[in-house]
């Protein structure tokens, strides 16, 4: 059974940073592609980001291109977010997530999902 646990969230400013953590347990961590997702409230989850088993592709949804990184430590089974240059637009619960898949962009695509962590960015 695999378990995804999530860390890191928290209130910043605009403009500040945060790093989100999610811990991979059950399975092998290195045989799955990962991602990111979040949701506002009121709003459908959306993709974030994802990077290959590998660490060797990311791929960005273009709200957060360039502002946020996607890495893992597969020695470690973690995943991180590295959130830079916050906008109050960023304020959602954010879910790791695990796919079979080598990379995936869709929320059907991905088979385990964790319980997320609140990032709040304030104006």
């Known amino acids: 059974q695999v378990q995804l646990v999530e860390s890191g969230g928290g209130l910043v400013q605009a403009g500040g940073s945060l790093r989100l953590s999610c811990a991979y347990s059950?399975?092998?961590?290195?045989?799955?592609?990962m991602g990111w997702f979040r949701q506002a409230p009121g709003k459908e989850r959306e993709f974030v980001g994802t990077?290959?088993?590998?660490?060797?592709?990311?791929y960005y949804a273009d709200s957060v291109k360039g502002r946020f990184t996607i890495s893992r430590n597969n020695a470690e089974n973690t995943l991180y977010l590295q959130l830079n240059s916050l906008k109050p637009e960023d304020t959602a619960v954010y879910y790791c997530?695990?796919?079979?898949?080598?990379?995936?962009?869709?929320?059907?695509?991905?088979?385990?999902w964790g319980q997320g962590t609140q990032v709040t960015v304030s104006s």
């Open positions: 059950g399975r092998t961590f290195s045989s799955h592609a």
């Open positions: 990077i290959s088993w590998s660490g060797g592709r990311t």
């Open positions: 997530a695990a796919s079979w898949k080598v990379l995936a962009t869709r929320r059907n695509e991905y088979d385990y």
